[in-house]
């Protein structure tokens, strides 16, 4: 009869967090899960117990209420797919370390059957609601390197050409971005973005700057900034 009650209880909370996840109401998805899977386990651990009792598989003492939280770890990990920080909470509430290890492999088995048959219960509602996902494409890994993302074929103001101001200009009109690198060459010099080269154009031809007039590199550097980040080819 216990059983019965104790899966009733699940069924009846599960169908429940089915029709409240995702609204804007206080029915929660921690909880529930943990609940269903405490009622789970209990069933679960009261089972090994009953056929235990008659068998004999186990000679140690069969706890049906570690069943419960080792069940409650395994369906919140396989909703969330948490690992490391769901095996932390479970360590808190239990307030021992015999059974950091049924709850290690409990919330590893689920998240390896969840992930198996679909995404997290989080990047579904992330998908359903149309809002843009925040971390890097799945393509960008710790394996990558910073020449394999970054774009060769730059356009930039390269001072030893020795810019003229025409050519400032026909940059600034052929192009939309928002900054230009400044090099020497090879060498990486710095960074100017397009408000202040256009500032620059400006303030060169109110001086009469002639169209075929050369840029120096002295003023360029009030417009361009010198401390940008810079990150070699084969960095991580």
Known sequence: QLLTMLGGAAAIRWCQMALTVGTACPAGLFVPS???????????????????????????????????????????????????????????LTGGFDYVVPFMLSVLLAKAVGDAVNESIYDLQIVLKGYPFLHEELDITFTERC??????????????????????KAMLSAHTYRGFPIV??????????RSRLEALVVRLKGEGRHDFGQVTAEEMMPCMDSTVMRMVPDAP
């Open 184 to 193: 020497d060459g090879e060498h990486f010099v710095g960074y100017a973005r």
């Open 34 to 92: 943990l609940f269903i899977g405490a009622c789970l386990g209990r069933c679960t651990g009261g089972a090994v117990k009953a056929i235990n009792a008659n068998v004999r598989f186990f000679s140690h003492f069969i706890d049906p209420g570690v069943y419960s939280m080792v069940g409650a770890a395994a369906v919140l990990g396989g909703v969330s797919r948490m690992t490391i920080s769901l095996v932390v909470i479970m360590l808190e």
């Open 147 to 168: 020449c394999d993302v970054m774009v060769t074929g730059l356009t930039c103001v390269d001072m030893r050409l020795r810019p003229r101001l025409n050519d400032l």
